[in-house]
Protein backbone atom coordinates (compact mmCIF):
# COMPACT_ATOMS: atom_id res chain seq x y z
CA UNK A 1 0.00 0.00 0.00
CA UNK A 2 1.13 3.20 -1.11
CA UNK A 3 0.39 6.54 0.76
CA UNK A 4 0.70 9.64 -2.10
CA UNK A 5 0.41 13.62 -1.24
CA UNK A 6 -0.19 15.68 -4.58
CA UNK A 7 1.28 19.20 -5.17
CA UNK A 8 1.51 22.21 -8.08
CA UNK A 9 -1.82 22.96 -8.50
CA UNK A 10 -3.06 26.35 -9.44
CA UNK A 11 -4.14 29.21 -12.00
CA UNK A 12 -2.79 29.24 -15.14
CA UNK A 13 -3.58 31.16 -18.40
CA UNK A 14 -4.47 28.94 -21.50
CA UNK A 15 -1.43 27.89 -23.34
CA UNK A 16 0.59 28.28 -20.27
CA UNK A 17 2.37 25.19 -18.40
CA UNK A 18 2.23 23.88 -15.33
CA UNK A 19 4.23 20.79 -13.36
CA UNK A 20 2.58 18.52 -10.64
CA UNK A 21 4.23 16.37 -8.10
CA UNK A 22 3.30 13.45 -6.12
CA UNK A 23 5.31 12.12 -3.32
CA UNK A 24 4.88 8.47 -2.92
CA UNK A 25 6.01 6.54 0.31
CA UNK A 26 5.80 2.78 1.22
CA UNK A 27 7.66 0.02 -0.13
CA UNK A 28 5.63 -0.69 -2.82
CA UNK A 29 6.23 2.33 -4.98
CA UNK A 30 8.62 1.08 -7.06
CA UNK A 31 6.81 -1.83 -8.45
CA UNK A 32 3.69 0.14 -8.25
CA UNK A 33 2.44 2.00 -11.60
CA UNK A 34 1.67 5.40 -11.40
CA UNK A 35 -1.39 6.96 -12.95
CA UNK A 36 -2.88 10.35 -13.36
CA UNK A 37 -6.78 11.07 -13.37
CA UNK A 38 -8.95 14.46 -13.46
CA UNK A 39 -12.26 14.53 -12.64
CA UNK A 40 -14.06 17.97 -13.37
CA UNK A 41 -17.58 19.07 -11.41
CA UNK A 42 -20.71 17.09 -11.97
CA UNK A 43 -18.00 14.79 -14.68
CA UNK A 44 -16.68 11.24 -14.15
CA UNK A 45 -13.20 10.82 -13.36
CA UNK A 46 -11.25 10.61 -16.38
CA UNK A 47 -8.13 8.78 -17.20
CA UNK A 48 -4.97 11.33 -18.06
CA UNK A 49 -1.44 9.13 -17.89
CA UNK A 50 -0.11 6.06 -16.52
CA UNK A 51 3.29 4.84 -16.03
CA UNK A 52 5.16 1.49 -15.75
CA UNK A 53 7.43 0.74 -12.48
CA UNK A 54 10.09 0.60 -14.45
CA UNK A 55 9.33 4.03 -16.56
CA UNK A 56 9.53 2.02 -19.81
CA UNK A 57 6.09 2.25 -20.43
CA UNK A 58 3.91 5.73 -20.96
CA UNK A 59 0.30 5.84 -21.42
CA UNK A 60 -1.87 9.00 -22.14
CA UNK A 61 -5.18 9.95 -23.18
CA UNK A 62 -5.87 11.15 -26.53
CA UNK A 63 -6.75 14.74 -25.29
CA UNK A 64 -3.65 15.19 -23.69
CA UNK A 65 -1.02 13.30 -26.05
CA UNK A 66 1.64 15.68 -27.23
CA UNK A 67 1.10 18.43 -24.24
CA UNK A 68 1.48 16.43 -21.23
CA UNK A 69 4.19 14.34 -19.84
CA UNK A 70 4.60 11.71 -17.16
CA UNK A 71 7.31 10.93 -15.51
CA UNK A 72 8.75 8.96 -12.28
CA UNK A 73 11.90 9.63 -10.27
CA UNK A 74 11.64 6.09 -7.90
CA UNK A 75 15.06 7.17 -6.08
CA UNK A 76 12.72 10.26 -4.89
CA UNK A 77 9.91 8.01 -5.42
CA UNK A 78 7.72 10.67 -7.03
CA UNK A 79 5.76 10.96 -10.07
CA UNK A 80 5.48 14.01 -11.91
CA UNK A 81 2.89 15.20 -14.29
CA UNK A 82 4.43 18.06 -17.09
CA UNK A 83 1.24 19.75 -18.27
CA UNK A 84 2.17 21.85 -21.70
CA UNK A 85 -0.75 24.33 -24.00
CA UNK A 86 -2.90 24.04 -21.36
CA UNK A 87 -6.19 24.80 -22.78
CA UNK A 88 -9.31 25.62 -20.41
CA UNK A 89 -11.06 22.18 -21.10
CA UNK A 90 -8.00 20.94 -18.91
CA UNK A 91 -9.64 22.87 -15.64
CA UNK A 92 -10.36 19.67 -13.42
CA UNK A 93 -9.21 18.20 -9.83
CA UNK A 94 -5.77 16.28 -10.82
CA UNK A 95 -5.58 12.84 -8.81
CA UNK A 96 -2.41 10.20 -8.71
CA UNK A 97 -3.49 7.12 -8.26
CA UNK A 98 -1.05 3.75 -8.18
CA UNK A 99 -1.74 0.19 -8.67
CA UNK A 100 0.44 -2.96 -7.85
CA UNK A 101 -1.54 -5.15 -10.46
CA UNK A 102 -0.04 -5.65 -14.09
CA UNK A 103 -1.66 -6.42 -16.92
CA UNK A 104 -2.10 -4.19 -19.68
CA UNK A 105 -2.41 -1.03 -20.94
CA UNK A 106 -6.45 -1.27 -20.95
CA UNK A 107 -6.27 -2.01 -17.34
CA UNK A 108 -4.43 0.93 -16.56
CA UNK A 109 -6.65 3.63 -17.89
CA UNK A 110 -9.37 2.33 -15.67
CA UNK A 111 -9.64 4.41 -11.91
CA UNK A 112 -11.53 1.19 -10.31
CA UNK A 113 -7.71 -1.17 -10.84
CA UNK A 114 -6.11 1.82 -8.51
CA UNK A 115 -5.70 0.71 -5.11
CA UNK A 116 -3.83 4.20 -3.39
CA UNK A 117 -5.09 8.02 -4.10
CA UNK A 118 -3.72 11.08 -3.47
CA UNK A 119 -5.92 13.77 -2.47
CA UNK A 120 -6.15 16.04 -5.34
CA UNK A 121 -4.97 19.10 -7.05
CA UNK A 122 -7.02 21.69 -8.47
CA UNK A 123 -6.04 23.31 -11.99
CA UNK A 124 -7.66 25.99 -13.17
CA UNK A 125 -6.36 27.74 -16.47
CA UNK A 126 -8.08 30.32 -17.80
CA UNK A 127 -9.30 31.76 -20.89
Known amino acids: QVQLVESGGGLVQAGGSLRLSCAAS????????MGWFRQAPGKEREFVSA????????YYADSVKGRFTISRDNSEMTVFLQMSSLKPEDTAVYYCASTGSYFSESYYRNHLHYDSWGQGTQVTVSS
Open 51 to 58: ITWNGGNT
Open 26 to 33: GRTFSRAT
